[in-house]
Structures are given as structure tokens and as C-alpha cells.
């Protein structure tokens, strides 16, 4: 059974700039959950949608966004960059939601702001 | 304010030899338990879930142990073994709503093994 897949792997952005990172979550799971991991906050939680809906919100300015779609398939959406959104960026997926149910991660997106 | 500390932040042993990691929380109410391990610049892998009514959990040479009341928790490798380098996260489940339950990440144990 294939894994969450992040794409893309690597990438480099300018300041100002806007990114679309893609996860497509384990086959039959309906729970896509989105964190920021940087060397010195650890992993901090952007938000999780389930069938579609943003189930929970993390403490993110709006400039981070994201949507799910009826495959469960999941984006999420970084505009305006800044230097210090450079980070890992992982997703997660999980049956029914991130609470009750063991997430798994995909290897994550590294992005790099210039 | 919910919290997961781990400790050590970093640790160093030799091949062969066995370790503990701690972690300890004050979130509530309480769901479940979670240990992972990340390898450098991968996504954390999930070893061991545990619920409030578990006290231990083994997966391999790892075992976790739960105390619920003291909300501790703890991960034990055995016969440690150079893949066994890696950072080891601490995530608990709680409050405020059942079945909208939130996690907290501890912010990891760096565990290095040296031949």
C-alpha cells in the first residue's frame, strides 16, 4: 500500500513569492493534516481537513491556506513569502482524524526562501 | 496550556548499549500517546500508540511505557544499533472536545549511536 506522497520535494522561492505544496494521503484515509517543522520550533501544526472541510486551524498568520479535494488529495498554499517560512513541510494522513487515529507522514517538502 | 517536554534534548551512547527517553505532559483531557522517530531530513515514522488504560507498548527493541496518572511516559531501546540514530518526538492527544481531539508535539530527543 503506497505511502503519503509530498510534492514537490525540494524547492526555492524569492520573498514575495507564493508556493503550492501537493500530499496525496494513504489510500483510504480521509484525514489530511499539515505541519511546519524548523530547527527550533519543532513541528508546529498548520491545520487538518477531513472529507473536505478544515476540521482544525493552527496558529499560523492567513498568508498559509490550504483545501482538500473529494479524493482526499490535499494542497496547501503559502503566499507572500518571507524569509522565515523556510521550513520542512510535512503532511499527514490518518483514517478518520489526527486526534484518535496514528498519522503517517510523508517525507515533506523542503522549502527554501532567498 | 498543553505541553509535552521531552528529555534529554540530545544524547550519546555506544553501539550495543540501551537508553531511555523521557517525556512528560499536561495535556487534558487525555486521549492517547504517540513516539516517533524521524530520521535527518525524512518524515517521522510512527513507533508505538498507546490509550489511557495501557501502561506498555513494545514495537521491536523499542518499548514505551505510559503512566497515566503521573503523565509520564517513556521510550526504552534495547541493544541499540546505528540506525537507531535519530530524533524521537513525543506527541500526546487531548482536550478540549471528544472526537476533535489535538495533538502536541514534543520538541524531540536527538539520539546519537556511535560504533
Known amino acids: 500500500k503506497a505511502g503519503v506522497t509530498q510534492t514537490p520535494r525540494y524547492l526555492i522561492k524569492t520573498r514575495g513569492q507564493q508556493v503550492t505544496l501537493s500530499c496525496s494521503p494513504i489510500s483510504g484515509h480521509r484525514s489530511v493534516s499539515w505541519y511546519q517543522q524548523t530547527p527550533g520550533q519543532g513541528l508546529q501544526f498548520l491545520f487538518e481537513y477531513f472529507s473536505e472541510t478544515q476540521r482544525n486551524k493552527g496558529n499560523f498568520p492567513g498568508r498559509f491556506s490550504g483545501r482538500q479535494f473529494s479524493n482526499s488529495r490535499s494542497e496547501m498554499n503559502v503566499s507572500t513569502l518571507e524569509l522565515g517560512d523556510s521550513a520542512l513541510y510535512l503532511c499527514?494522513?490518518?483514517?478518520?482524524?489526527?486526534?484518535?487515529?496514528?498519522?503517517?507522514f510523508g517525507e515533506g517538502s523542503w522549502l527554501t526562501v532567498v | 496550556k498543553n505541553q509535552v517536554e521531552q528529555s534529554p534534548q540530545s544524547l550519546i551512547i555506544l553501539e550495543g548499549k540501551n537508553c531511555t527517553l523521557q517525556c512528560n505532559y499536561t495535556v487534558s483531557p487525555f486521549s492517547n500517546l504517540r513516539w516517533y522517530k524521524q530520521d535527518t531530513g525524512r518524515g517521522p515514522v510512527s513507533l508505538t500508540i498507546m490509550t489511557f488504560s495501557e501502561n506498555t507498548k513494545s514495537n521491536g527493541r523499542y518499548t514505551a511505557t505510559l503512566d497515566a496518572d503521573t503523565k509520564q511516559s517513556s521510550l526504552h531501546i534495547t541493544a541499540s544499533q546505528l540506525s537507531d540514530s535519530a530524533s524521537y518526538i513525543c506527541?500526546?492527544?487531548?482536550?478540549?472536545?471528544?472526537?476533535?481531539?489535538?495533538?502536541?508535539f514534543g520538541t524531540g530527543t536527538r539520539l546519537t549511536i556511535i560504533p
Open positions: 506527541v500526546v492527544s487531548g482536550g478540549p472536545n471528544f472526537g476533535n481531539e489535538k495533538l502536541t
Open positions: 499527514a494522513s490518518s483514517l478518520e482524524g489526527s486526534g484518535r487515529n496514528t498519522i503517517y
